[in-house]
Structures are given as C-alpha cells and as structure tokens.
C-alpha cells in the first residue's frame, strides 16, 4: 500500500500535522495508535482539565480537546488507522511502515509524532488517583483551583524536578520536594535554587510507598530510606518528575537519538537525519513538553513535508 505521507503518533504534534497536510492536499494516513505508548490521542487523553492551550478560556477536557483534533484532521481527508507501528525499514525510500497487525505500508514521507511516556511510580494507589491529584507535569497542572494555596509535593531530583518545584511556589502554600537520596541530581544552580527558596522544603532520603486518597490525593505515605520509618504527608496534589523515556523503540535506531533517546531534529526545522523523514512534538522535545509547543512543531512538520512534494 503506497502512501504519500504517513504521520504516526496522534497527540496534539500528529493530529495537527494531519489537519495541515489534510488540507494540502497530502492525503494523510495517520496511525494513531493502539496500546504502544499510551492510548491513542497522547497524554491529553488522561489530563483532566487543559486551562493552557489558547483558545478555550473557561479551560477544556483533555479527551475533548484531542477528540476535537481528530474530527477536524478526518473533516479535512486524514485518514486513521488505530494500530501501532511495530516496525519500520528506512534504509530506502518509499519508506515501509509495518503495522502490529502485520499490514506493510511504503511511504514517500515521513513524519514521526509518537511523543514521549512519563515515567511512573509502579503503585496501584497512583494509577487509581492519576490525574485525581496526581500528575506528571506541573507546567501542566500546577496552577488549578485544586492546588492554589494548598501543600504540594514534586518527587524527584534532576533539573525538572527542581523546575517544577520552584514553578509550583506561584501558586502553592508549600512544595515539598522528595528525593530518595541525600544529594540532588540537579546542577549546582539548580540545587542552590531549590535549596535557598523559602517555599521549598526537602525531604531527603524519602520514597513514596502510597498515594492516600478516595476520589482525589489528600497524602503521601513516605518511607525514610535509610531508617525505614514510615511517615504521612497531607499534600493536596503530587507531581512525579523522575523523566519521560521518547516513544521510538519501532525505529530500531535507524534514526539519529541523543544520549536521552529523543530524535534530533536540525535546529529551526522538524527534518531528522534522514531526507524525507520529519519529527514533531515530545518525540523530539526533551524541554517543553507543552501540548502547544507539540501542535507548533505538528504544524511545521507538515509545512516541510509539503515542500518535498513541490
């Protein structure tokens, strides 16, 4: 099956790079997903309330605004196929596309938007409580009503985790910041940071062994790694920031990553190190990892797709 342009991912980077190469006239076959990475539709799909992204001041529901994306990329001739990839060949153009069901595909072009997973603490209280108090992004999350004036807690110990901390004191009473070790992983600035700000308080040396809570978090249950003394914090809300792994095992390597996994993508443009094959959103976005900042680059992906067929 001979394609044009396949876009693969269906976030926010995808869907928008299909509304775009829709309406060029591209013909688009999206695979939106299955299983592989999360459900199709992206990390929006279990966000609750989206207060961020321009365009809806009254905020909207994550579900909603993703199942706005894909109506509006099908309305303009994106096709969708809800399977994963499971693999490809792009030794050679046209590219092959190999589907979980088995099904080959060739395309001329390329654009990869199969974003990035959150890491997570593996505890059944946290799945039950996801997006009820906990989160995975506080740039995200941290400014709803539900976590203005009310104790928080970042757990982690790298830049991001400090970055969140230090974003979450414009609206938190208190940011609890838990590291399971006795020295942060974050730079030397970025440690004095957190350390010298009043609102930061860190718990050193501290895992979470629960999220506490019925319908929505009101705690933590913490245990010192050292002692084993087991303690409860009240938090009204609990950011994990302990890194995002870039959803690009199907490539097998056949396109350029960095020490971290991302694609590298040239600077000012979404083309990789492959001719013909563009990266968009959190797939290649170790910074942002912003629902805005996924649509943009979607959108830019599919202006250079465009160009490679004129």
Not at 64 to 75: C, D, P, T, Y
Not at 114 to 131: C, H, I, Q, V, Y
Not at 172 to 185: M, T
Request: charge should be negative.
């Amino acid at each position: 099956m001979r394609e044009r342009l396949i876009i693969i991912g269906s976030g926010p980077a995808g869907l928008t790079a299909a509304i775009y190469a829709a309406r060029a006239n591209l013909n688009p076959l999206v695979f939106e997903g299955f299983q592989d990475g999360g459900i199709p539709g992206g990390q929006l799909m279990t966000t609750g309330i989206v207060e961020n992204f321009p365009g809806f001041p009254a905020g909207v529901a994550g579900p909603e605004l993703m199942g706005n994306m894909r109506e509006q990329a099908v309305k303009y001739g994106a096709r969708m196929e809800t399977e994963d990839v499971a693999g490809v060949d792009l030794s050679k153009r046209p590219f092959a596309v190999i589907s979980s069901g088995d099904d080959r595909y060739e395309a001329d072009v390329l654009i990869i938007a199969t974003g990035a997973t959150a890491n997570r603490l593996p505890l059944d209280s946290e799945k039950r409580l996801w997006g009820r108090g906990v989160s995975a992004c506080a740039v995200c999350d941290g400014a709803l009503p539900v976590f203005r004036n009310q104790p928080v807690a970042v757990i982690g110990g790298g830049d991001t985790a400090v970055e969140e901390a230090v974003h979450l004191t414009q609206f938190a009473s208190k940011v609890y910041l838990i590291h399971r070790r006795d020295e942060l992983r974050a730079s030397q600035a970025m440690r004095a940071r957190a350390q010298s700000h009043p609102k930061i308080e860190i718990l050193w040396n501290r895992v979470v062994d629960e999220f506490i809570g019925e319908n929505q978090l009101s705690g933590l249950k913490l245990r010192d790694t050292v002692t084993g003394e087991v303690s409860e914090l009240t938090v009204a809300g609990a950011f994990e920031a302990i890194g995002h792994k870039p959803n690009v095992g199907f490539l097998n390597g056949q396109v350029e990553t960095d020490s971290l996994g991302y694609i590298v993508t040239r600077p000012g443009s979404t083309a990789t190190s492959i001719d013909g094959i563009f990266a968009a959103g959190d797939v290649q976005d170790p910074k942002y990892r912003q629902a805005i900042t996924a649509a943009a680059s979607g959108c830019m992906a599919a202006l250079e797709a465009e160009k490679t067929f004129l």
